[in-house]
């Protein structure tokens, strides 16, 4: 795909998320898009997210449906304000809470589609509900409730950021 | 710590979960004990478990809040039996649900301390309240619904399985 994620919108310097940050050399750069009214992520999980051999380890599809959710609050924030992704001054999410039901167990080695739908916004907050497809059948759902960031997270230095 | 973790007690040909298993050459490495009443796990975050500079990715919080929770599941359902863990028949647990409330943003670079008590058991399933507690303070806190493992999950082979 070659038009620009949602994530490759956010700013350079709080570009560092494991999940799905374009600067995070050890990371898993998830990448979401819209797609009419709901954003999609495809996801391949590496050979070694797994649970037990054959199934992808629940902390992986928790840790993928926390970006998507994420990535989808942060553009529906700048969508219903009619302004362009990434522009100042900065719409940034992080998550309140995330909440995931593993509706049966989800195969490794094949990809995995994320669909994620706004379901509230109401101040700071918005909900994200998120699907993950796998072979035709969503394998697990979750919600994210996603608030806006505090200016103090913006720009702190970890102790021990490399 | 010299004594035995609850991990330690999985039996091999499941024990390679990325969250938590001994033969996952990937993976976190997570490892619980019991104390009292009580299960708890220490982690360090790796400088790139980063969700903006200075903070713990949500998603790897979720992640051992997930592994510490069946963890401490799988230990309780042998203790209620009165039976030494990893005995056969074995006793497997897998995530049904997963919640994670984030109170406060948890600083990166500093200890994890985890800690599980088990708040229901019912037939199949054992449910896990887990805290998060970094600098003397509870950064997150999460519930684990934990079902015990279908027999039909334990051995497949994955299809890109290392």
Redesign the interface.
């Known amino acids: 795909m070659n038009k620009k994620s949602i994530q490759d919108h956010y700013p350079d310097?709080?570009n560092?998320?494991?999940?799905c940050?374009l600067f995070?050399?050890?990371?898993l750069h998830l990448k979401s898009y819209w797609d009419g009214d709901k954003a999609v992520a495809n996801f391949l999980p590496?050979?070694?997210?797994?649970?037990?051999?054959?199934?992808v380890?629940?902390?992986?599809i928790?840790?993928?449906i926390?970006?998507h959710g994420i990535g989808t609050a942060v553009a529906e924030a700048y969508r219903i304000k009619h302004r362009e992704m990434g522009t100042e001054p900065l719409l940034i999410y992080?998550?309140?809470?995330?909440?995931?039901?593993?509706l049966r167990?989800t195969?490794?080695?094949?990809p995995l589609e994320l669909r994620g739908s706004v379901t509230e916004v109401k101040g700071r907050k918005i909900v994200v509900d998120v699907t993950v497809t796998v072979e035709g059948e969503v394998s697990a759902k979750g919600e994210v409730v996603a608030v806006q960031?505090p200016e103090s997270?913006?720009?702190?230095?970890?102790?021990?950021?490399?």
């Open positions: 310097e709080l560092h998320c494991y999940g940050g995070n050399e050890h990371g590496r050979p070694y997210h797994m649970a037990v051999p054959g199934y380890y629940g902390g992986l928790a840790s993928i926390d970006c992080v998550t309140a809470s995330l909440q995931v039901t593993y167990p195969p490794l080695g094949v960031m997270m913006m720009f702190k230095k970890s102790v021990n950021r490399k």
